[in-house]
């Protein structure tokens, strides 16, 4: 299989290239004609972490009406991926704090977080991987904060057919 992606951008110093970013990209104006493209378009991609802002935009007006003391960056974690640095953690433990949310509601894979000095300091003293440690933690706090307040079964968020999949 031919990967989708093509040189978009490369970084040099001292004249020597760095860093290459990778990507497709397509640009269409309002009536749908095509402005700018480049890669594969009607390859196969991993959207993965690039559709957390659209699965939030799915819930935001719950968990806004629901859960008025969360701030931006607080959001920002629901729609993004954390390293799993202090502040991050600092700021999962308020969201679960504010929302009455118990860890143990995660359905994400517990892992040690990607921050490599966090990592080292929780495996060195013999912490076992946690889900808030996973960087997708924020999303999946999003999903059953916003199940819960709606007054639905939170353990069904990973089902495609509930409403906050």
Known sequence: ???????????ERSGLPEVT???TVTVMDGAGRLLVSTGE?????????CLKPWQLLNHL???????????EYHYALMLS???GETMHLQALDEMLALSGVDEGELQNTPLYPMNPEMRIKLKASGEMPRARWASC????????MAAKAAGEDSSLYLDPEQPHF
């Open 1 to 11: 299989m031919r990967l989708p992606w093509e040189p978009l951008l490369t970084i």
């Open 21 to 23: 970013i990778y990507g």
């Open 41 to 49: 378009q009607s390859g196969r991609i991993w959207t993965r972490s």
């Open 61 to 71: 007006h719950i968990l806004l009406k629901n859960y008025p003391h969360l701030t």
């Open 81 to 83: 991926s954390h390293s």
């Open 137 to 144: 933690s924020g999303k999946h706090l999003g999903f059953v």
